[in-house]
């Protein structure tokens, strides 16, 4: 990188920490000082906005390595300008998992079977104790973050031996072989965090893919905001020398396969439980597509999904970097509606009801995470020097 180029990585850095240290005051001032003279109800609200804030971020650092394990296993040409922007997301799950801490005190602010005198007036919470108890939330919590935490330090500390190497088939043997297990493992930590963080807020309602649909969801924003940095740097060497129309077409046709998936599984969850007649599933969605939240669900189906859709099957779009950015801004910007209409109708069952506390959570938590993903960003090469796959990228593709 060129002494602008590092300049305006520390600017955006810099930035990102200032915004996130403001949102984070505010949200403290509001929620902890304002209390019901602010319009919150005190402590409840503090943490129902925090908690959906943080889903949404986590999930940006979590896709990002699961993309980076499996370009790892396939070596398609699609992730060596990825690599980088990858990695650091990974690197900036540490700051994740130290903000995850917060939640850990407003356990009984957000669930329902962490309050006792609740569990013992419902037989259904009962019968769920043996997995839904605060000690076991805590416990597999910090067992989801230490596997990822050493999953993300192994895979990040051959890639800089890759860097120094003289044997760079070494480093990616071992990458290789650590992604084939790890892959497993993140889809059985997200698997478990989506029931244990999300699905348990109305312990009443189940389904049994909750956890491959939030599994989608974070791959399908990781890929969106990946795409969307790539095109910033796309004129920054040595990064406008791995970038062609072609690559930026296999990403929107990664964009548009996890698109895809994402509304088959929304779709398919939906139809079993309607047209099994779940009585037990069906208010959950009842409540969320009729009434007040019926508006956010008809944005979702257009905006989430049809557009995005059908910009992503014309290669016109694919192959130019800012159209193909603006596609992958409308679903991170959508993801967070998304994740939204998902999480706060467990809090809020009249309808959505937009507190200042959101958007101080938004910010606050996003500022944070966006200055230490910046900083990552510039610690390492923006391509990788010694990857043995790495000489035909730079080689231009002739196509359609």
């Known amino acids: 990188m060129t002494s602008s180029d590092t300049a305006r990585f520390d600017r955006v850095r810099n930035q990102g920490y200032m915004w996130g240290l403001i949102g984070s005051a505010l949200f403290v001032i509001f929620g902890v000082l304002g209390g019901e003279h602010a319009g919150f109800a005190g402590w409840q609200s503090l943490f129902h906005s925090y908690l959906w804030a943080y889903l949404y971020w986590f999930c940006i650092p979590s896709g990002c390595m699961a993309i980076l394990m499996l370009h790892h296993l396939t070596g398609g040409r699609w992730g060596y300008p990825l690599r980088r922007i990858l990695e650091a997301g990974t690197r900036s799950l540490w700051v994740m998992a130290v903000l995850f801490i917060p939640i850990f005190f407003g356990i009984r602010e957000l669930y329902a079977w962490s309050r006792p005198d609740t569990v013992a007036a419902d037989p259904i919470l009962q019968q769920k104790q043996w997995w839904l108890t605060t000690h076991g939330f805590i416990f597999r919590a910090v067992i989801y973050f230490v596997i990822l935490l050493v999953l993300v330090t192994l895979l990040n500390k051959w890639s800089r031996a890759q860097d120094q190497s003289g044997d760079p088939f070494k480093y990616k043997s071992k990458m290789t072989a650590l992604s084939a297990p790890g892959v497993i493992l993140w889809g059985f ?32 924003v990781a890929m ?30 990664l964009m548009l396969t996890f698109l895809m998936l994402w509304a088959y599984l929304s779709f398919d969850q939906l139809l079993i439980t309607w047209a099994g007649n779940l009585k037990d599933e069906i208010p959950w969605y009842s409540q969320r597509a009729f009434g007040s939240w019926a508006p956010i669900a008809v944005v979702l189906v257009i905006l989430h999904f049809f557009v995005p859709f059908f910009f992503l099957l014309q290669r016109r779009v694919k192959r130019q970097p800012a159209r193909l950015s603006g596609v992958a801004m409308l679903i991170i910007c959508l993801t967070l509606v998304d994740i939204y209409w998902v999480v706060v109708p467990a809090f809020e069952k009249s309808g959505p009801q937009i507190h200042w506390l959101d958007l101080f959570a938004i910010v606050g938590i996003g500022g944070l995470w966006l200055g230490t993903f910046m900083g990552q960003l510039k610690k390492l090469p923006l391509l990788p020097l010694h990857d043995p796959r790495f000489e035909g990228v730079l080689e231009p593709e002739h196509g359609d």
């Open 189 to 220: 930590i997200v698997t478990g965090a989506a029931v244990d963080w999300v699905m348990s807020l109305e312990p009443h309602w189940f389904s049994t893919i909750y956890g491959m649909l939030w599994i989608i969801i974070e791959v399908l």
């Open 224 to 253: 969106s905001f990946s795409v969307f940095v790539l095109r910033m740097l796309s004129n920054t060497e040595p990064i406008k020398d791995a970038v062609d129309p072609l690559r930026f077409n296999d990403l929107g046709n």
